[in-house]
């Protein structure tokens, strides 16, 4: 029984320093998708705008529903309110 907590609490730490990893890596990818919208001049940035709306709208019958509005309100955070 012991062995068995002991393997158990090791996947715990592992999938624990997955998650962090994965963290680590959205942030990274959110904080450089900002500074390249930044430079982008308004128009281009209306046009990427409109370009991910027309996937979202594609790729709707593919993911859940609750999954669709969690990425959709991301999208939106990452758009309209980036990182400062």
């Known amino acids: ?3 068995l907590i002991a393997e158990l ?6 999938k624990e320093e997955e ?3 994965l ?4 942030e990274a990818l959110e ?11 308004p128009e ?10 027309n996937a ?4 709707a019958g ?3 529903e609750n999954d669709a509005i969690l990425l959709r309100n991301y999208i939106e955070k990452l758009l309209n309110h980036p990182r400062s």
């Not at 963290?23 to 959205?26: D, G, K, M, T, Y």
């Not at 904080?31 to 001049?41: C, E, G, Q």
């Not at 979202?56 to 790729?59: G, T, Y």
């Open 9 to 14: 609490l090791v996947k715990l730490a592992e």
């Open 31 to 41: 904080i450089v998708v900002t500074a390249m919208l930044r430079k982008l001049d």
């Open 44 to 53: 281009h940035q209306r046009s990427i705008a409109a370009g991910i709306d």
């Open 19 to 21: 998650s962090k990893e």
């Open 56 to 59: 979202m709208h594609n790729a």
């Open 23 to 26: 963290v680590a890596q959205v």
């Open 1 to 3: 029984m012991k062995n």
């Open 62 to 64: 593919i993911a859940s």
